[in-house]
């Protein structure tokens, strides 16, 4: 049972921007990291980053360091996910997830420590 809502997904060219949303219509997301993961055909999921309680903290894998930013407003109960200079590559699903209380590498790397999810939005990045 999904219970988070993505937004934002769509086409996009090489080199431009994406800006994704994850809310969460019955579920308050402060006090928990949210993180961001994605899921290319034919392959596993895998993690994107993810962001502290009070969005101080956020940390990335790191094929996507210096190009994805993950930010959040609590008073509007949402997490975003700033997607720059994409590539060809970056054409996935993109879920985020809610749980545990603590953001690091460690963290932004496995979806063991979330436990509510989305189900996803696709993101296609084409020429």
């Known amino acids: 049972q999904f219970e988070l809502v993505e937004s934002g997904g769509g086409l996009v060219q090489p080199g431009g921007s994406l800006r994704l949303t994850c809310a969460a219509p019955?579920?308050?997301?402060?006090?928990?990291?949210i993180g961001w993961f994605r899921q290319a055909p034919g392959k596993e999921r895998e993690g994107v980053g993810c962001?502290?309680?009070?969005?101080?903290?956020?940390s990335y894998v790191e094929s996507v360091k210096g190009r994805f930013s993950i930010s959040r407003d609590n008073a509007k109960n949402v997490v975003y996910l700033h997607m720059n200079a994409v590539e060809s590559e970056d054409t996935d699903t993109c879920s985020c997830?809610?749980?545990?209380?603590?953001?690091?590498?460690?963290?932004?790397?496995?979806?063991?420590?979330?436990?509510?999810w989305g189900q996803g939005t696709q993101v296609t990045v084409y020429s």
């Open positions: 997830a809610r749980g545990t209380t603590v953001c690091d590498a460690v963290v932004t790397a496995r979806t063991y420590f979330f436990n509510v």
């Open positions: 019955e579920l308050k997301l402060d006090r928990y990291v």
């Open positions: 962001i502290g309680t009070t969005g101080g903290s956020p």
